[in-house]
């Protein structure tokens, strides 16, 4: 199995900076797209950021500018770095990756469990 554990939210002011860290462990045979998507209260999960294990990176428009999505393959983990946060980005962010197991063929979608990101204004 695999497991994404993701760190790095909290609590900052409007304007400031966090950088969220997910790192994927397991039985890992490769690792396609990994990305970021989040979940305000009262609204639909949404993408902020993919990245492919080629390094071709997909921004939400909200955040264009403002968040930057890196990858380090050898460490099966990818990065968010958020920048002039506004009280909008308060959200739980989940990391989100394609993985084939080390002894299957095909890719599955697994997900982390969310870090809160609370933005005040």
């Known amino acids: 199995q695999v497991q994404l554990v993701e760190s790095g939210g909290g609590l900052v002011q409007a304007g400031g900076s966090l950088r969220l860290s997910c790192a994927a462990s397991?039985?890992?045979?490769?690792?396609?797209?990994m990305g970021w998507y989040r979940q305000a209260p009262g609204k639909q999960r949404e993408l902020v950021a993919t990245?492919?294990?080629?390094?071709?990176?997909n921004y939400a428009d909200s955040v264009k500018g403002r968040f930057t999505i890196s990858r380090d393959n050898a460490k099966n983990t990818v990065y968010l770095q958020m920048s002039r946060l506004k009280p909008e980005d308060t959200a739980v962010y989940y990391c989100?990756?394609?993985?084939?197991?080390?002894?299957?063929?095909?890719?599955?979608?697994?997900w982390g469990q969310g870090t809160q990101v609370t933005v005040s204004s």
């Open positions: 989100n990756a394609d993985v084939r197991l080390a002894y299957k063929i095909s890719y599955l979608e697994y």
């Open positions: 397991g039985s890992i045979g490769s690792i396609r797209a």
């Open positions: 990245i492919t294990s080629g390094g071709n990176t």
